[in-house]
């Protein structure tokens, strides 16, 4: 289960790290001024900027399932449905993270090391190294606000156990209320 969980927890963190460098080195740049007189939108451009990444992170985890497939025989016992899912929320929760640190970053190093340390705190407290009930209760209290959580809280159910969307549905809300 740690292989795919990981492989794809960690294309899709990225995914929302490459956006946010991809934005500040267009402020960098000066282009993002050239960008704000065209008759584009800014949602338009947003999306333009963000929706390769997102195929990406999707294409990455599909090659993660099918090397756990192949190579250890790790097939999920419930729905693929429900992790393209959770997938996609937790994309779009990565990549608005990614944004709103482009937004106040000025410098691409800048974006560098908070999108590193967030991404670093993310995978130790999400629960793949280390049971979240393990923790102290401090940290347990922290993870509440951590995206990876609640995706390999999924991924964990649905290959493990075969959840359905009714035993994941609360970790959809929370992702959900993230993504929003």
Do not use: H
Not at 22 to 46: A, C, D, H, R, Y
Not at 55 to 62: E, K
Not at 101 to 110: D, I, P
């Amino acid at each position: 289960f740690m292989i795919p969980a990981l492989m794809a927890m960690l294309i899709i963190l990225l995914c929302g790290f490459l956006p946010a460098l991809n934005i500040v080195k267009e402020k960098e740049n000066g282009t993002i001024e050239q960008i704000n007189v065209t008759p584009i939108n800014k949602l338009t451009f947003t999306f333009a900027k963000l929706i390769p990444y997102w195929l990406m992170g999707l294409l990455v985890l599909t090659i993660a399932m099918l090397i756990a497939y192949w190579v250890y025989g790790l097939a999920p016992v419930g729905n693929i449905g429900i992790i393209y899912g959770i997938a996609l929320l937790f994309i779009l929760t990565m990549s608005s993270i990614g944004l709103i640190v482009s937004n106040y970053s000025s410098t691409m190093q800048q974006t560098a090391f908070v999108m590193f340390f967030f991404i670093i705190t993310s995978i130790l407290m999400s629960g793949l190294f280390t049971p979240i009930e393990s923790m102290p209760g401090w940290a347990q209290t922290i993870t509440n606000f951590i995206p990876p959580r609640y995706f390999i809280e999924v991924m964990r159910g649905v290959y493990l156990k075969g959840c359905t969307f009714p035993d994941v549905s609360i970790q959809f809300l929370k992702l959900g209320i993230f993504a929003i």
